[in-house]
């Protein structure tokens, strides 16, 4: 890959393994010979079924896409020559591939094929291929209406899967991807099929910045396992997880080169960004972050963006100036620390003196909850009423640039008595001790090394989803 951006020229870090590549778009026409009676699979489409499969198997092979049926092409007892695949000594199986960034196959003489299809926005409809042994038919029974899910919901959520076909395989590896290939049983299927997204379409440096791929990955999966429950995605508490291990002298930051990102790399390359992710929705809103990374995805299809093309592309579709938020999260351990420090009431007004002592800063987000019966509770322009006792007010983040470790909001409504405050209610923010967000104090939150373990007041997020 030549890089003119952080290398000057071409790109020589060597595959170690935990990140993986960054390799250009090209076009791969690749001819595998084998055994006749063996099954292939790759990356790319099969350009002459009629040398390599049986009129049968090609005949159910033509009507794949009529339904979401899982149909049998080639069968447990059809894995030799004559039966599957023609006959004779050798067959030459050749697959071309447009636009990838890389190629893979496999082949068995042991293989059952199977293959369903997904529907993709704009009516393509393309076959998903599974390949596996016979003793593993059960760790493979639900793969296609998995990988057909991941497909079709992906797609929906960011940009339309822009290959001709997926093909998933029972190999060496538990959870491996390339482009149109995947090896994985049911269990990482999701994960796996996520990544024709980031790297495959959006080809993002997996060797250095980790969380581009797998980070963002692990972000859409939490999405689609929701909406394979039929559930609305809920990212509460998620952003919050950040502060019980911000700051360990272990980790990296996001920018640093994955291949080092030493004992905590599975943290940095996969978990952290789903946490940055889950406080920029507490900040913007979920619906705004997908809009934006759907929106980042559309732009960058088939380039190259780098960490700060991700950025700027984010504040571009948020029409926001987020520079501190990305400094915090991909330069930096920083967390949030804040804390309400004093509630004082004084007629219609209340005052609550706010604390920030993290490093990271974060808008104040208030939510009151009022006395059942008592005076009309009046608005105020910065407040959102989310039932008839409950209001959630926010500040901006910028109430801590001039420098103050203190900000005191003032709530004006009314005489009506507030029974709680919670900062952070919805626990998007990586505080590293959020027992001290509520007031009056709540001695049932149980404060640990970096955080807190035990009952948390995170309720459901109202903005849409």
Not at 7 to 28: I, K
């Amino acid at each position: 890959m030549f890089d003119d951006l952080r290398e000057g020229g071409w790109d020589t870090d060597a595959y170690l393994g935990p990140s993986e590549f960054y390799n250009n778009f090209g076009r791969f026409d690749v001819t595998i010979d084998v055994p006749a009676g063996w099954i292939v699979g790759a990356t790319g489409l099969l350009q002459n079924p009629e040398q390599v499969l049986t009129p049968t198997a090609r005949e159910r092979l033509s009507r794949v896409l009529e339904s979401d049926s899982v149909r049998t092409i080639v069968g447990a007892d059809e894995t030799r020559a004559g039966r599957g695949t023609l006959a004779g000594d050798r067959l030459r199986w050749h697959f071309v591939a447009d636009t990838v960034n890389d190629f893979a196959w496999a082949a068995s003489n042991r293989y059952v094929w199977d293959a369903t299809r997904a529907v993709i926005p704009g009516d393509e409809t393309v076959p998903v291929h599974i390949l596996y042994l016979p003793g593993d038919a059960q760790r493979y029974a639900q793969a296609g209406p998995t990988v057909r899910h991941a497909l079709q919901f992906y797609s929906q959520l960011w940009i339309p899967y822009a290959f001709p076909q997926l093909t998933i395989v029972d190999g060496p590896e538990g959870g491996m991807e390339y482009p149109m290939f995947i090896m994985s049983s049911v269990g990482a299927a999701d994960h796996e099929t996520g990544h024709e997204w980031w790297p495959m379409m959006v080809g993002v440096n997996e060797t250095w910045y980790g969380f581009m791929d797998e980070g963002f990955n692990q972000y859409m999966n939490i999405l689609s396992d929701a909406d394979a429950e039929g559930k609305a995605p809920n990212l509460d508490g998620l952003g919050q997880i950040y502060g019980r291990v911000s700051g360990d002298e272990r980790e990296a930051p996001l920018m640093w080169d994955a291949n080092y990102g030493g004992p905590m790399y599975g943290f940095q390359a996969y978990e952290k960004a789903p946490m940055m992710l889950s406080m920029l929705g507490g900040i913007v809103g979920d619906t705004a972050v997908r809009r934006a990374m759907s929106e980042y995805a559309r732009v960058w299809r088939f380039k190259h963006p780098s960490p700060w093309d991700y950025a700027f592309a984010m504040d571009n579709a948020l029409d926001r100036d987020l520079g501190w938020f990305w400094y915090s999260w991909l330069f930096t351990t920083d967390a949030v620390d804040g804390s309400i420090q004093q509630v004082t009431t004084s007629g219609p007004s209340t005052t609550v003196t706010v604390r920030q002592d993290g490093q990271m800063p974060s808008p104040v987000v208030l939510q009151v909850h009022f006395a059942s019966q008592g005076p009309a509770i009046r608005s105020m322009p910065n407040s959102t009423m989310t039932d008839s006792v409950t209001a959630i007010v926010r500040y901006p983040v910028d109430v801590w640039f001039g420098g103050s470790r203190t900000f005191q909001a003032e709530l004006r409504f009314g005489t009506r008595k507030i029974d709680k405050i919670v900062l952070d209610p919805h626990c998007r923010f990586p505080d590293r001790n959020p027992t001290d967000n509520v007031w009056p104090r709540d001695p049932t939150l149980v404060a640990t090394t970096g955080g807190m373990f035990g009952p948390v007041a995170c309720y459901p997020h109202r903005d849409g989803g």
